[in-house]
């Protein structure tokens, strides 16, 4: 009997960086948190991550039940509070904000940081030279970013309501036969004959939980090493993936 098979994908910067990603792309007012659409949409993901068999970290797990915990707290009735017993009552979602403010503090300065490094490499101190004859005509897609691995878990999710595959996944005992970097090439072959980009969910043409797990992780490896590109114009749009000609 072969060994259940278990990823673990390090990309994932944690829970409070998925909860920014969807209070993002929600245009969600970050000081006034729909509690009940958050967690909703939070629990979707998670349970998409364990379709995939991913190994979720436990702090995932714990911000996944503080959710529940705040949901639960503001569906109860509050008490009828005389104005001598008049006391500052704190909103249960106080603590949630204030350390996802901090967290966005951090990492739209991380982000600076990196921004200025980029800017940093090109300076250079030797005289002005003529680059025209380098100037490529060819425009390239940049994704600058805007597709992230919760875009790509969040593109993965509509994929299973879209072709509506029965759950559990095909169950039967099957032997790991693709490798990852064989599944690599393979995707790669894809896209290099598609002029115009391929749809996301065009990589995913088997209903097989390994094959889905191993065609995810592919596409992660070939984005890490700047083989690929993707593109989103729009929250929720369509994920087109090109060939980087850069």
């Given at each position: ?9 390090d990309a994932?910067?944690?829970p ?7 209070i ?8 006034d948190?729909?509690?009940?659409q ?13 379709q995939?068999?991913?190994d ?5 797990l ?14 109860l009735p509050?008490p009828e ?8 009552e ?21 982000q ?5 490094e980029?800017?940093?490499?090109h300076?250079?101190?030797?005289p ?12 390239v ?6 597709v ?42 894809q896209?290099?004959?598609a ?9 995913f ?9 191993v065609?995810?992780?592919?596409i992660?490896?070939?984005?890490k090493k ?8 729009d929250n ?6 090109f060939?980087?000609e850069?």
């Amino acid at each position: 009997m072969t060994e259940v098979y278990k990823v673990k994908i390090d990309a994932f910067e944690g829970p409070l960086d998925l909860l920014l990603h969807l209070i993002n792309s929600y245009e969600i007012d970050i000081y006034d948190i729909p509690v009940a659409q958050i967690t909703e949409q939070y629990m979707l993901y998670i349970h998409t991550m364990q379709q995939l068999e991913l190994d979720i970290a436990s702090e995932y797990l714990v911000m996944a039940a503080t959710l529940l915990a705040i949901k639960s707290q503001m569906l109860l009735p509050n008490p009828e509070i005389e104005e001598d017993d008049l006391e500052y009552e704190e909103d249960p979602r106080e603590d949630l904000v204030r350390r996802l403010v901090e967290y966005r503090k951090y990492k739209e300065a991380a982000q600076s940081l990196k921004d200025r490094e980029l800017e940093a490499n090109h300076i250079y101190t030797r005289p002005p030279i003529d680059l025209s004859r380098f100037k490529s005509t060819e425009i390239v897609v940049e994704n600058n970013g805007e597709v992230t691995i919760f875009d790509l878990i969040g593109s993965l999710q509509k994929l299973f309501q879209r072709k509506k595959w029965e759950q559990p996944l095909e169950t039967r005992v099957h032997r790991q036969e693709i490798p990852i970097q064989e599944r690599m090439e393979q995707i790669m072959k894809q896209i290099r004959h598609a002029q115009d980009g391929i749809r996301f969910d065009q990589l995913f043409p088997e209903p097989i939980r390994s094959h889905i797990v191993v065609s995810f992780l592919a596409i992660l490896e070939l984005m890490k090493k700047r083989e690929i590109i993707c593109k989103q114009d729009d929250n929720f749009s369509e994920i087109y993936i090109f060939q980087n000609e850069g």
